[in-house]
């Protein structure tokens, strides 16, 4: 299947910074990609969808100013949580699909968990 | 609204036995996913079930799907203790092929 990698895998921050989570493509081109956070033993969350030369689409309740998508390209995404807060400590999975790979299915990169002291 | 619902949520189980995990869906798509989730761990995708009818099966794990019932159902056999872990089903709303709801997830253990 396609290879989706997640940078950093960890993070920990002071409250009122910036977070950037990076989430790349390896060997397809990720027309459409997913920002998920997912609290412990719950499921998985859709905050936004991104697709190909288009802005994200936030769900609702999740603040674009606060959480910043940008699809830079077909292989790169980066989400930016902004004047991070505990309450934001959360494990962020991305995932995509795209050209080269089954239309049939996500590819969800390892995931970043942040911690916010 | 679009559902999706797992049952059971919890299942803890011997090594050896059988056991089914069912997901029901409020969406109209023909369209099911079931991935697992080891603790810490992202999600791996199981099985995709594309069409009603559609039985997929891995090992000791086999996966199927009515549409007509809005049922899937993943089936565990002989179960072992490395299939200990959260699994997710999940849904495509009407007219969406990527995105998906999910459900809550059914955490397994499996005890030696």
């Known amino acids: 299947g396609a290879v989706v990698s997640q940078h950093p895998s960890w993070v920990i921050c002071k409250s009122g910074t910036s977070v950037k989570i990076e989430c790349r493509s390896l060997?397809?081109?990720?027309?459409?990609m997913f920002w998920y956070r997912q609290f412990p033993k719950q499921s998985l969350m859709l905050m936004a969808t991104?697709?190909?030369?288009?802005?994200?689409?936030?769900e609702q309740g999740v603040e674009k100013d606060k959480f910043l998508i940008n699809h830079a390209s077909l292989t790169l995404s980066t989400l930016t949580v902004t004047s991070a807060h505990p309450e934001d400590s959360s494990f962020y999975i991305c995932?995509?699909?795209?050209?080269?790979?089954?239309?049939?299915?996500?590819?969800f990169g390892p995931g970043t968990r942040l911690t916010v002291l | 609204e679009l559902k999706v619902e797992q049952n059971p949520l919890f299942l803890s189980m011997q090594e050896g036995k059988n056991y089914t995990i069912y997901c029901n869906y409020s969406?109209?798509?023909?369209?099911l996913y079931w991935y697992r989730q080891d603790p810490g761990k992202s999600l791996e995708s199981l099985f995709v079930?594309?069409?009603n009818g559609a039985v997929k099966q891995e090992g000791r794990l086999m996966a199927s799907l009515d549409t007509k019932a809005r049922l899937s159902t993943l089936h565990i056999t002989a179960a072992v203790h490395d299939l200990s872990a959260t699994y997710f089903c999940?849904?495509?709303?009407?007219?969406?092929?990527?995105?998906?709801?999910w459900g809550a997830g059914t955490k397994l253990i499996i005890k030696p």
């Open positions: 995932s995509t699909s795209g050209r080269g790979t089954s239309t049939d299915t996500q590819y």
């Open positions: 060997d397809f081109q990720a027309t459409t």
């Open positions: 991104s697709n190909e030369g288009s802005k994200a689409t936030y």
């Open positions: 969406t109209t798509s023909d369209r």
């Open positions: 079930l594309l069409s």
């Open positions: 999940a849904s495509p709303p009407t007219g969406s092929n990527y995105q998906l709801i």
